[in-house]
C-alpha cells in the first residue's frame, strides 16, 4: 500500500509541474525553482518592505558603490509568481543609479518574464512597487547624508 501511494504521489507532483511549466513558461518555472538573489542583507543601503493587495509583501534590500546598483535582494512571504518577479526585480536592478530603478516597471518586469498569466501580474508590479520604495529610501538616506556633510560647523 506504501508504494502505490508513493507512485501516486510521485505521479501527481510529475502532473503538477508540468501543467505548471504550460501555465507558466519554462523561463518563469526555471526561476520559480531556482529563485536568484533571494535574502535579506544586513548592510543594504536601501531597504523597503511593501504589502500588495494581494496580501503578499516583499522587501527589497539595495547596496550601491558610485551610486549605482553593486547587489541587491529580495525577501518574500509570497506565492510562487511573486518570487520569481522579487528575482527579476532585482536581478534588473544591478548597475543602475537610483533615477534608473524608477524605469523598472511591473510591464518591464513582466516583458522580461515573458508575462504571466493575468490572474498573477500584480506580482510583477509589487516587486516593481518595492524596488521603487527601496530606491527612495536609499535616496532620502543619501540627501540626508549630504546635508549633514555639507552644512557648516556651528560648534
Not at 28 to 51: L, S
Not at 104 to 114: F, K, N
Request: proline letters at 3%; charged letters at 25%; one cysteine or more.
Amino acid at each position: 500500500m506504501n508504494e502505490a501511494f508513493d507512485a501516486f504521489l510521485q505521479e501527481l507532483q510529475r502532473h503538477i509541474l508540468e501543467e505548471t511549466k504550460r501555465d507558466f513558461g519554462e523561463k518563469v518555472f526555471e526561476r520559480w525553482q531556482n529563485p536568484f538573489y533571494m535574502g535579506v542583507m544586513r548592510d543594504a543601503d536601501g531597504h523597503a518592505k511593501v504589502k500588495g493587495i494581494c496580501g503578499d509583501s516583499m522587501e527589497i534590500f539595495l547596496k550601491f558603490d558610485n551610486n549605482r546598483v553593486l547587489s541587491a535582494s529580495f525577501q518574500t512571504d509570497g506565492c510562487g509568481p511573486t518570487v520569481v518577479c522579487g528575482s527579476y526585480a532585482a536581478e534588473m536592478a544591478f548597475g543602475k543609479t537610483p533615477d534608473e530603478l524608477f524605469e523598472i516597471t511591473g510591464e518591464s518586469i513582466l516583458a522580461e518574464l515573458g508575462g504571466l498569466p493575468k490572474a498573477h501580474e500584480h506580482c510583477a508590479f509589487l516587486a516593481a512597487a518595492s524596488l521603487h520604495a527601496t530606491a527612495d529610501d536609499y535616496m532620502v538616506k543619501q540627501a540626508g547624508k549630504r546635508r549633514t556633510e555639507t552644512a557648516p560647523d556651528r560648534t
